[in-house]
């Protein structure tokens, strides 16, 4: 299907062939256990739903064509990311990260990944990197959450293979028609589908993808025995919900750049950032490496009692965390914990229509300023 537009990949990956009399996309399928064969389970039949859904394959089949790989669904983007923590490094490995990176993934690692004897060396996402001698796994997250750093995949993992480590790289920034890692040099695609995937700011979910049949089958063996799953509801809603994924993006991706403009005018902003801006650091590995650029912005505020009254102020924009849904949403990433400025915001730009957004924004910066 890569030879097709993204529109129609999105409505058609993953979907069975069309039978008379059956509905264009299946329903869900709800069941924990289903019919056994009474002489015992057969192979290749549901058992169990923990090990396997119908519903759940589906999704995993329609995200395995846009990544270009197989996929496997989890209950959350955490709970992916750990999956692939957990079958990869084992006691004495190193793990190189992206000190910008996810928070929750950083604390993951100094907790329970340092209580099992890894290591983790942390790099910022856009370098220099280190060498990469003894390490056993590189994670990249690419655009970084939340300050939107770009890191050339295609320079790094062929430098981490050389030294004998795996390449994962966070997609959810990007998502699979932002950019596709495995086709970069990466051996792990993650991503939350919480996010722009699913887009419409109602389940939590995660997956992963991958060329390896190991890692496909050792994540595979970890999500069984751990149980981080998705709900068949869930697995079937965000299956529905992908196959708008490129007309929600191209939305979100006009917005912001609409919005960069207003942000990089008011004199009360600073540090606009967002990879499409021609003077955005990030802009030129960004122009070669995506095939499109995320709604998502981040700018400061002088303070967090500024971001506040904004906030306040707008009448689209929402205070909330997350981004990639059909609601504009700002997140003032300094009281979950990130090292950055209290009054950096985090935009995610929703599928509203740009003028009534950019106004809002405007009359929003401007009661700002005069309170």
């Known amino acids: 299907m890569d030879d097709l537009g993204d529109s129609t990949r999105c409505v058609h990956a993953g979907q069975p062939a069309a039978v008379p009399g059956q509905p264009l996309a299946p329903g869900p399928v ?10 015992g389970v057969e192979s290749g039949a549901d058992g169990y739903g923990r090990m396997d859904s119908p519903s759940r394959r589906l999704l995993e089949s329609a995200i395995g064509e846009l990544e270009g790989g197989d996929c496997l669904v989890f209950g959350s983007g955490q709970a992916a990311i750990n999956a692939l923590l957990m079958t990869v490094l084992r006691p004495g490995d190193t793990l190189m990260m992206p000190s910008d990176g996810y928070y929750s993934v950083r604390i993951f690692a100094a907790t329970t990944l340092a209580e099992l004897g890894i290591t983790t060396v942390e790099v910022p996402t856009a370098g220099p990197y280190p060498s990469m001698d003894g390490v056993r796994l590189v994670l990249l997250e690419s655009p970084a959450n939340p300050g939107l750093d770009v890191v050339d995949i295609t320079r790094v993992a062929p430098a981490a293979h050389a030294a004998g480590a795996l390449v994962a790289v966070d997609n959810t920034a990007a998502t699979p028609l932002g950019q596709r890692p495995l086709d970069l040099g990466a051996d792990v695609s993650v991503a939350s589908a919480t996010k722009a995937i699913s887009g419409h700011s109602d389940l939590i979910m995660g997956y992963v993808a991958t060329r390896s049949p190991e890692l496909l089958a050792g994540m595979t063996k970890w999500r069984t025995l751990a149980g981080g799953i998705s709900s068949p509801f869930d697995a079937w809603l965000a299956r529905r919900s992908l196959s708008t994924l490129d007309l929600r993006l191209r939305a979100q991706t006009a917005n912001a ?37 995320p709604g998502i912005v981040g700018f400061t505020l002088p303070s967090a009692d500024h971001v506040e009254q904004f906030l306040r102020h707008s009448r689209f924009v929402a205070a909330a965390t997350s981004f990639g849904g059909l609601h504009t949403s700002a997140d003032r990433r300094e009281q979950w914990g990130d090292s950055t400025p ?18 809002d924004v405007q009359r929003a910066l401007s009661a700002t300023r005069a309170g």
């Open 342 to 359: 209290p009054g950096f915001v985090r935009l995610s730009c929703g599928i509203e229509d740009a003028a009534d957004l950019v106004a």
């Open 30 to 39: 709800f069941a924990a256990p289903f019919h056994l064969h009474p002489k």
């Open 257 to 293: 750049a609409a919005l960069v403009e207003v942000l990089l005018a008011d004199p009360l902003v600073t540090g606009v950032r967002w990879p499409g801006l021609p003077s955005d650091p990030s802009f030129e590995i960004a122009s070669r490496q995506m095939r499109r650029i």
